[in-house]
Nanobody
Framework: QVQLVESGGGLVQPGGSLRLSCLAS????????MVWYRQAPGKERELVAS????????NYANSAKGRFTISRDNAKNTVYLQMNNLKPEDTAVYYC???????WGQGTQVTVSS
């Protein structure tokens, strides 16, 4: 079955950086678009960034543009989210999702605080 394992979260000061990873299995990763979402306490889950199967097309939420970069390594079945210049409002649990598959991983907590 589809499995998604996110990692790389943690506590970081404002202005800092983190690189999230999502290791995928159970489907044809190299043929599947991937998406990063996040959910802050008391808020709905929101899309952060997406990438097509070949890694040639990316899209970002306005809040992520210019600070976050989504990428993928199809040889490693892994999608990444490089997050720079982090702000307290980026604090959330970050999840990856595979195409139209319904499965979610456990998420990885990102906390931006001084």
């Amino acid at each position: 079955q589809v499995q998604l394992v996110e990692s790389g979260g943690g506590l970081v000061q404002p202005g800092g950086s983190l690189r999230l990873s999502c290791l995928a299995s159970g489907f044809s990763f190299s043929w599947t678009s991937m998406v990063w979402y996040r959910q802050a306490p008391g808020k709905e889950r929101e899309l952060v960034a997406s990438i097509n199967s070949g890694g040639t097309n990316t899209n970002y939420a306005n809040s992520a543009k210019g600070r976050f970069t989504i990428s993928r390594d199809n040889a490693k079945n892994t999608v990444y989210l490089q997050m720079n210049n982090l702000k307290p409002e980026d604090t959330a649990v970050y999840y990856c999702k595979a195409g139209t598959w319904a499965a979610w991983g456990q998420g990885t907590q990102v906390t931006v605080s001084s």
